[in-house]
């Protein structure tokens, strides 16, 4: 027991309120206006506004653009109010190198495009709408995520 806990040293409740806010939010999303709250979305209707190519200008993006834009920056708002008003005002940084970040980040923008949907969205909206290919991609991340984690202690033990 005293191992499980050593993973969170900050402690787990807040994991667990974040969890219950996240589904929440988008569950209420749903409920009241049928709208999906993926995230990935988000990024492919906002360059709507500006690009003209084809796929940026589908009625899917273009239709949801001010609505998703707004879902992300009350995301961002709430972020700041967060900090604002429950954390000790200390910067939160880390030591990873930005070209890594920014690597990292191609990776997953690239993925979320290919698996149509980020990890978070098959498994907060995905699941909740009970989208069968939403619990196969769960199923796929999570085990692809167990075989490197596992992998990776391996070679650096």
């Not at 589908?58 to 834009?69: A, G, K, M």
């Not at 900090?83 to 979320?112: H, K």
């Amino acid at each position: 027991m005293n191992e499980t806990l050593s993973l969170f040293p900050l402690g787990w409740q807040h994991y667990l309120l974040g969890g219950v806010f996240i589904g929440a939010g988008v569950a209420l999303l749903f409920v009241y206006t049928g709208l999906v709250g993926g995230m990935s979305t988000v990024f492919s209707s906002t360059w709507s506004f500006v690009l003209r190519q084809p796929f940026f200008q589908q009625p899917r993006l273009t239709e949801s653009r001010v609505w998703r834009l707004v879902y992300a920056l009350g995301l961002v708002l709430g972020a700041g109010v967060w900090w604002l008003l429950l954390s000790d005002g200390t910067p939160l940084t880390t030591e990873v190198p930005v070209a890594l970040l920014l690597v990292g980040g191609f990776l997953v923008g690239y993925g979320a495009r290919l698996g149509n949907g980020c990890t978070s969205g098959h498994g907060i909206c995905g699941l909740g709408s009970l989208s069968w290919p939403s619990l196969l991609a769960v199923l796929t991340f999570m085990a692809t995520a167990f075989i490197t984690a596992n992998l990776v202690a391996w070679w650096l033990a």
